[in-house]
């Protein structure tokens, strides 16, 4: 019913930037929180950023003052604007919505995206 579709990962040398954007599409009724999580290998998936409906923001320690987590409403995106990555923010970024849709306008659902590679290297 819905789907999210992450583009904007790749090999990035440390101190460098990127930007990650997801859409959000489908039977969508409204967006609550929409965020980014990562998981690193060997590692339990973790929330970065995320955003509510009203722009509230959430970071974790670890990309606080680096990282920057966009909305826009309208277009049921979200982006993170990531700077002066380091090679421990390597990880698969998924983005994540909480989704009420058409059929269910009461109940807010998770919905993933498929992930996208973030490699810090030099």
């Known amino acids: 019913q819905v789907q999210l579709v992450e583009s904007g990962g790749g090999l990035v040398q440390p101190g460098g930037s990127l930007r990650l954007s997801c859409a959000a599409s489908g039977s969508i009724f409204r967006i609550n929180d929409m965020g980014w999580h990562r998981q690193a290998p060997g590692k339990e998936r973790e929330l970065v950023a995320s955003?509510?409906?009203?722009?509230?923001?959430n970071y974790a320690d670890s990309v606080k003052g680096r990282f920057t987590i966009f909305r826009d409403n309208a277009k049921n995106t979200v982006s993170l604007q990531m700077n002066s990555l380091k090679p421990e923010d390597t990880a698969a970024y998924y983005c994540?919505?909480?989704?009420?849709?058409?059929?269910?306008?009461?109940?807010?659902?998770?919905?993933w995206g498929k992930g996208t590679l973030v490699t810090v290297s030099s």
């Open positions: 994540k919505a909480v989704v009420r849709t058409m059929t269910r306008p009461d109940y807010g659902m998770d919905y």
């Open positions: 955003v509510n409906s009203v722009g509230s923001t």
